[in-house]
């Protein structure tokens, strides 16, 4: 028993309850980015590995998540483009990184318009 409660925390860093229901919200309401990504890497379509969406990580949310590769990819909206909105980004990348996870940022304008680039850019993290 204690083995999956040690998995469990490892997997979501100690995410409260309440970032469990907001992150199940945010599946519910997904953008249209998110969805069209969400599409290319479900059912372990990138060299087979497992992705999750809105997957809860400590006190942040992350767009998706392979615990496999220890990997977060995130996917941008226009307001991360103001620089409090950045300020904000890097403290959270930071703060992801320090738990041992990468990170990487893709715009919606580069799920849109070039997803074959972005899952490219995806598989050069697992090399």
């Known amino acids: 028993m204690d083995k999956n409660k040690n998995q469990s925390e490892n997997m979501w860093k100690g995410a409260s309850p309440q970032i469990f229901s907001n992150a199940k919200k945010l599946r519910e309401n997904q953008t249209e980015a998110e969805e069209k990504f969400w599409l290319a890497v479900k059912d372990n379509q990138i060299e087979g590995y ?4 809105q ?3 400590s006190i942040y949310i992350a767009d998706f998540y392979c615990h ?3 990997l977060v990819v995130e996917i941008d909206g226009e307001y991360h483009l103001s620089e409090e909105q ?4 890097k403290k959270r990348t930071s703060d992801i ?3 041992g996870l ?4 893709f715009t919606n304008d580069e799920i849109m318009s070039n997803l074959e680039e972005v899952i490219d850019k995806i598989k050069s993290h697992i090399k």
């Open 102 to 105: 990468k990170v990487i940022r």
């Open 50 to 53: 497992k992705f999750r969406r």
């Open 68 to 70: 496999a590769l220890k």
């Open 97 to 99: 990184e320090f738990q």
């Open 55 to 57: 997957h809860p990580l």
């Open 86 to 89: 950045q300020l904000l980004d």
